[in-house]
């Protein structure tokens, strides 16, 4: 349990030190998608996004949301971080 608080300070903080480069990134890639999905595209996406012209940023968090989700799919998943603790102990004894 140690190691694991550790290890997930230390994510914390590095997300903490990228998230201005996400505001950077995240203005101008929300001005693409608002175009990119017009008119060709609109009909499927209205009912996730809705038709406003809001509807670029809009999609930009439900992608961000769906990353979030798998990637923590992934990692609940992952053995290693489940037996991060263990596994340090393990090393450090022997």
Not at 51 to 78: C, D, E, M, Q, S
Request: net charge positive; proline share 5%.
């Amino acid at each position: 349990e140690d190691i694991r608080g550790r290890a997930l300070a230390l994510r914390g903080t590095i997300a903490q030190m990228l998230r201005p480069l996400g505001v950077v990134i995240a203005g101008p890639l929300g001005d693409y998608l608002e175009f990119s999905f017009y008119p060709e595209n609109i009909d499927i996406l209205s009912p996730l996004v809705g038709t406003g012209p809001g509807r670029g940023y809009a999609f930009l968090f439900f992608l961000v949301g769906v990353f979030y989700v798998v990637l923590w799919i992934v990692n609940f998943n992952n053995k290693n971080l489940k037996f991060l603790s263990k596994q340090v102990i393990e090393i450090t004894n022997s």
